[in-house]
């Protein structure tokens, strides 16, 4: 067992992991936080997407301990005051999921895809979800709470 | 070892170390059955699987001489951990070899590409790298570092032509780290082609071709054991090359594989009309 210590979802935290375990196990397990999916295992799928110092990454390829000293942040983290995130309420509003199962990864792809400073097309959008999986098939109403968390965003 | 839990697939136990200076690292890898570990987009999921179960992970990826995109005396040089990512936002790479950026920016998917690096997809040896056909094309230099027997870090500089032996082998020894990629020749004349049946798939087939004051380079992606480099310099002139003379070319160096996306002759095919559209590219850029 190695300390690591690291910034989750805003806040310092300390923990105690094994050499080869992967992040998406340390938050799910150890900090009992459910709403990362592991899907594929294999860095397809996508729906165990994390942001990592911001950016969309998948958590079932990296280790827990490649992540010392830097942030992490789940869904979870997202909501700010009890007010849900642009991408989050987006979701919401144009029913961007079906089963739900891909959706904490869409979400978080989607905030890191937000984050630059480029405004997006729609196509842009798409090929900025093309590694999250969606097995419902229900990618366009996914496509268009992006497009209105975008404009929510640059309002 | 690894082994199935349910559906869950677990990694063997290993040593996780990070080294703080490439010096350390570079002692740490002599030790029996150590791996480097960079992005680990290759590593991981190799591991996951049970084709590779090192002892020890000796993890080179926050080392920063090995992010550093730099040019000297008009060489560019980056380093093995920059990320994907890193490479097509860089505006030097952009200017030198923009054909990099265009390869970085088509690899795997976002997510993939802000952890995956460059140095760690050319010592995987993928022959469907993406990466591998542009540094074959670019005609670049891989430098490789290990220790002397004093403890000092020596060089070793191996052509990309060289670098690639057979699937998933390349020349790099197991006391040995790779560095950096330098390239010396400016390139702005680049097309690079590739099909597959979703963005984040491997390529079927790719094709990277780049024109320098050189001449000219072809990598091949997935179309032979290991990613290949094809000659033409014996044409003075690309508008010589028709279609016969592109497949006889090609005939030469390919032996494509055979996968449920398609057969030796589909990938065979999609290589001569592959390199023609690339050839076309260059040819109509002034």
Wanted: glycine fraction near 8%.
């Amino acid at each position: 067992m190695t300390e690591l210590s690291f910034i989750l979802n805003g806040g310092e935290v300390k923990i105690s992991v094994d050499d080869n375990e992967l992040l998406c196990d340390v938050i799910r397990d150890k900090f009992n936080l459910k709403a990362l999916n592991v899907g594929c295992d294999t860095s397809s799928c996508g729906a165990c997407t994390v942001l990592l110092n911001g950016v969309g990454v998948k958590s079932c390829t990296v280790l827990a301990q490649q992540v010392e000293s830097q942030e992490v942040e789940t869904l979870e983290g997202l909501s700010k005051d009890g007010e849900l995130h642009p991408v989050q309420k987006a979701f919401k509003e144009k029913h961007g999921l079906q089963c739900g199962f891909c959706t904490p990864g869409m979400i978080m792809q989607g905030v890191s895809l937000l984050n630059g400073s480029n405004e997006l097309s729609e196509s842009e959008i798409r090929i900025g979800i093309e590694g999250n999986i969606c097995r419902c098939t229900g990618y366009q109403t996914i496509v268009d709470a992006l497009l209105l968390a975008q404009c929510e965003i640059n309002k | 070892m690894s082994w199935i839990k349910g559906i869950k697939l677990l990694l063997n136990d290993f040593v996780y170390k990070a080294p703080r200076s490439l010096n350390e690292a570079l002692k740490l890898i002599r030790e029996e059955d150590a791996k480097v570990l960079a992005g680990g987009h290759s590593l991981i999921p190799l591991m996951k699987l049970g084709f590779a179960s090192p002892e020890s992970l000796i993890d080179i990826g926050k080392l920063e001489e090995l992010q550093a995109i730099e040019e000297t005396n008009g060489v560019l040089t980056v380093g093995s951990c920059v990320s994907y990512r890193a490479l097509f936002e860089s505006e030097m790479v952009k200017s030198y070899v923009p054909l990099l950026s265009k390869v970085a920016s088509q690899v795997g998917d976002p997510q993939v590409r802000a952890r995956g690096t460059v140095g760690g997809s050319l010592v995987h040896g993928d022959p469907a790298s993406d990466i591998a056909g542009a540094i074959l094309a670019l005609d670049a230099t891989v430098e490789l570092v290990s220790l002397n027997g004093k403890g000092d870090i020596v060089k070793r500089k191996v052509p990309a032509r060289e670098f690639f032996v057979g699937f998933l082998e390349t020349v790099i020894e197991d006391d040995e780290i790779l560095h950096s990629i330098s390239f010396k020749n400016k390139c702005h004349k680049f097309s690079f082609q590739k099909i597959t049946r979703r963005e984040q798939d491997w390529a079927i087939v790719g094709v990277a071709v780049a024109q320098s004051m050189h001449g000219i380079g072809i990598g091949l992606v997935n179309l032979a054991s290991k990613p290949v480099y094809l000659d033409i310099k014996k044409y003075e002139d690309i508008s010589e090359l028709d279609p016969e003379g592109v497949s006889l070319l090609l005939d030469s160096v390919i032996d494509p594989p055979a996968d449920i996306y398609g057969d030796a002759e589909y990938r065979r095919h999609l290589a001569e009309v592959l390199l023609l559209r690339c050839l076309k590219e260059i040819k109509e850029t002034t």
